[in-house]
């Protein structure tokens, strides 16, 4: 059986329309997913501000101005240099 002109056209035209189909989809699911990528690092980079923004206040609440009336309505006090003492622990080999 011989193949005929048009059957090669129209062939052809699937194989055409097959690959353009293939490129669109690809090109359709790589905008998708710069779309997440980019809502992912904006949502990185608001929770690390946040995180900045909670570690100075930590770091604040860590101060000898906040903790020491604390300690001092609890009865505690904070100990002087000299009240330090080290101590030596032995390292098992």
Request: aromatic residues 8%; proline residues 3%; charged residues 20%.
């Amino acid at each position: 059986m011989r193949v005929r002109g048009r059957y090669l056209v129209i062939a052809w035209t699937a194989v055409f329309l097959a690959a353009v189909g293939a490129i669109v989809f690809r090109t359709r699911a790589g905008f998708r997913m710069q779309e997440r990528v980019t809502a992912l690092n904006d949502s990185i980079q608001a929770v690390a501000g946040i995180r900045g923004d909670v570690e100075a206040k930590v770091a604040a609440l860590k101060s000898l101005p906040v903790l020491a009336p604390k300690a001092a309505a609890l009865g505690l006090r904070f100990a002087s240099d000299t009240e330090f003492h080290l101590l030596a622990v032995p390292v098992a080999h």
